[in-house]
């Protein structure tokens, strides 16, 4: 995949996937995902329209936040002949955060279907931008996963610092955010306070304006998805 490492000391996985990779920000410059990405910024884009191309967008996101998983190898056997195969050494877990967050599992369950989905509700406070958490269903053995949380948007990184400490507190150990569009902001507050989760975007605009949003961005990212 066409892919951007932005961070200067990106380390590379291992083989296989043996070693995660040290805080990277990585932005998927695929040409189909820039297309996808051009859709779903466009205010004329109506919601099936964002809801379709924000499928492909995560699904692409979704594979390249996943290259460097750990597999084991398992003996297959075609109709032919005993074969090897792989398969994830590791359980995986989806944590969308509520509400733009369930916009990009669509995308990506058909990939991964045995995928547990876990949940966090959090809702950004509208005239202090301050995460609210209201709710979180997260499973029991998060330490033995490699752990996706999903959210269209990394703005002022409240929302997300809030899901990985929560995910952190309930014992996760590997965390990936996967973000359409983030800001220098938001990967600033996430490398401040979880240096060790890494981030897969498709973008990194300009900034934050005067009501947190980011410029340009894509406008309220569960308003439109939800087309509320
Ligand atoms: C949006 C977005 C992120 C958050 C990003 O959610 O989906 O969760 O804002 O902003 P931050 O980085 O400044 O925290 P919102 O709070 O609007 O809730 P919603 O998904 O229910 O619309
Ligand atoms: N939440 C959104 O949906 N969009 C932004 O630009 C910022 C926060």
Same mark, same amino acid.
């Given at each position: 995949?066409?892919?951007?490492? $932005? &961070?200067?000391?990106?380390?590379?996985?291992?083989?296989?996937?043996?070693? =995660? =990779?040290?805080?990277?920000?990585?932005? $998927?410059?695929?040409?189909?995902?820039?297309?996808?990405?051009?859709?779903?910024?466009?205010?004329?884009?109506?919601?099936?329209?964002?809801?379709?191309?924000?499928?492909?967008?995560?699904?692409?996101?979704? *594979?390249?936040?996943?290259?460097?998983?750990?597999?084991?190898?398992?003996?297959?056997?075609?109709?032919?002949?005993?074969?090897?195969?792989?398969?994830?050494?590791?359980?995986?877990?989806?944590?969308?955060?509520? =509400?733009?967050? *369930?916009?990009?599992?669509?995308?990506?369950?058909?990939? &991964?279907? +045995?995928?547990?989905?876990?949940? $966090?509700?959090?809702?950004?406070?509208?005239?202090?931008?301050?995460?609210?958490?209201?709710?979180?269903?997260?499973?029991?053995?998060?330490? !033995?996963? +490699? &752990?996706?949380?999903?959210?269209?948007?990394?703005?002022?990184g409240?929302?997300?610092?809030?899901?990985?400490?929560? *995910?952190?507190?309930?014992?996760?150990? =590997?965390?990936?955010?996967?973000?359409?569009?983030?800001?220098?902001?938001? *990967?600033?507050a996430m490398k401040?306070?979880h240096?060790? $989760?890494?981030? &897969?975007?498709?973008?990194?605009?300009?900034?934050?304006? +005067?009501?947190?949003?980011?410029?340009?961005?894509?406008? +309220? !990212?569960?308003?439109?998805?939800?087309?509320?």
């Amino acid at each position: 995949m066409n892919v951007k490492p $932005v &961070v200067e000391n990106f380390a590379t996985s291992g083989k296989c996937g043996t070693m =995660r =990779r040290m805080q990277p920000v990585v932005i $998927v410059q695929h040409p189909l995902a820039q297309c996808h990405l051009a859709a779903i910024r466009a205010v004329g884009t109506p919601s099936h329209d964002f809801r379709r191309h924000l499928n492909h967008l995560a699904r692409m996101l979704f *594979l390249e936040a996943t290259s460097d998983l750990p597999v084991r190898e398992i003996s297959v056997q075609t109709p032919l002949k005993q074969t090897h195969g792989s398969q994830l050494a590791r359980p995986l877990v989806c944590v969308p955060i509520l =509400r733009a967050g *369930l916009g990009l599992l669509d995308g990506i369950l058909p990939l &991964v279907p +045995d995928a547990v989905v876990a949940h $966090v509700g959090i809702r950004r406070n509208e005239e202090t931008a301050l995460p609210h958490a209201y709710y979180a269903n997260l499973p029991a053995n998060l330490s !033995a996963a +490699d &752990v996706f949380i999903l959210d269209p948007m990394l703005a002022t990184g409240g929302s997300a610092c809030e899901a990985a400490r929560q *995910l952190k507190e309930a014992g996760a150990l =590997r965390i990936t955010m996967i973000c359409v569009v983030s800001c220098p902001e938001g *990967l600033a507050a996430m490398k401040l306070a979880h240096p060790d $989760v890494a981030i &897969v975007t498709a973008a990194i605009d300009a900034g934050l304006n +005067d009501k947190c949003y980011i410029v340009p961005g894509l406008g +309220d !990212a569960g308003d439109r998805y939800f087309g509320t």
